[in-house]
């Protein structure tokens, strides 16, 4: 059974600190993505990694950062949260990186709240 | 650049009465669709793809999506609810861009399946 888990659930955070948000994905999947979810506005997406190593912005990547050190891995980095960032953050994954056919697998979701 | 459109961002509906979610998308490049489900707390998971072919797309659960490719659109219908099926329903376009998968969500649809 395919799985991509976030470290936490639900997290709670104080304006200014640093936020690390981890995914993990068993499938060995070439891509990742990390979206923000927040109500009215859908899914937005943040970052994505199509490799190792390797980083993309999307649609809304300013005050974050994410890392790829390992295929399995991905991480979103808030360097000092702020109380826009309030929101639920969804990890996906997904095979290749040509193929516009292929399903994204999403992780259950990390609910972040900023004070 | 591709669009997804969901006007409708609640649905409420009797149990076992029939719905349909409208999903409008405009892109410049040929397309794939997608429905994806979101259960309360937890993540999206695809509820169905049109690749090709039929313009019927049938899932497992009793959902059918309609694609009709001149006006444009991507309904999903089911002919008898349950409350099992309350949920957020988020419609997707798949493209290539710059060699990626590019995948754009619409803004969600919020179906409440009343008792």
């Known amino acids: 059974d395919v799985k991509v888990t976030q470290s936490s659930r639900y997290l709670v955070k104080r304006t200014g600190e640093k936020v690390f948000l981890e995914c993990v994905q068993d499938?060995?999947?070439?891509?990742m993505f990390w979206y923000r979810q927040d109500p009215g506005l859908g899914l937005r997406l943040i970052y994505f990694?199509?490799?190792?190593?390797?980083?993309e912005k999307g649609d809304i990547p300013e005050g974050y950062s994410v890392s790829r050190e390992k295929k399995e891995r991905f991480s979103l980095i808030l360097e000092s949260a702020s109380t826009n960032q309030t929101s639920m953050y969804l990890c996906?994954?997904?095979?290749?990186?040509?193929?516009?056919?292929?399903?994204?697998?999403f992780g259950p979701g990390t609910r972040l709240t900023v004070l | 650049a591709q669009s997804v459109t969901q006007l409708d961002s609640q649905v409420p509906v009797f149990e076992e009465a029939p719905v349909e979610l409208r999903c409008n998308y405009s892109?410049?490049?040929?397309?794939?669709l997608f429905w994806y489900v979101q259960y309360p707390n937890q993540g999206l998971q695809l509820l169905l793809k049109?690749?090709?072919?039929?313009?019927l797309v049938e899932s497992i659960n009793g959902f059918e999506a309609e694609f009709n490719k001149s006006q444009t659109y991507f309904q999903l219908r089911k002919p008898s609810v349950h409350i099992s099926d309350t949920a957020e329903y988020f419609c997707?376009?798949?493209?290539?861009?710059?060699?990626?998968?590019?995948?754009?969500f619409g803004t969600g649809t919020k179906l409440q399946v009343i008792p």
């Open positions: 499938m060995d999947h070439e891509n």
């Open positions: 049109y690749l090709s072919g039929s313009t």
């Open positions: 997707a376009v798949s493209a290539n861009s710059g060699g990626y998968q590019k995948v754009t």
């Open positions: 990694s199509y490799d190792v190593k390797m980083k």
């Open positions: 892109s410049s490049v040929s397309v794939y």
């Open positions: 996906a994954s997904s095979s290749a990186g040509e193929s516009p056919l292929d399903e994204q697998f």
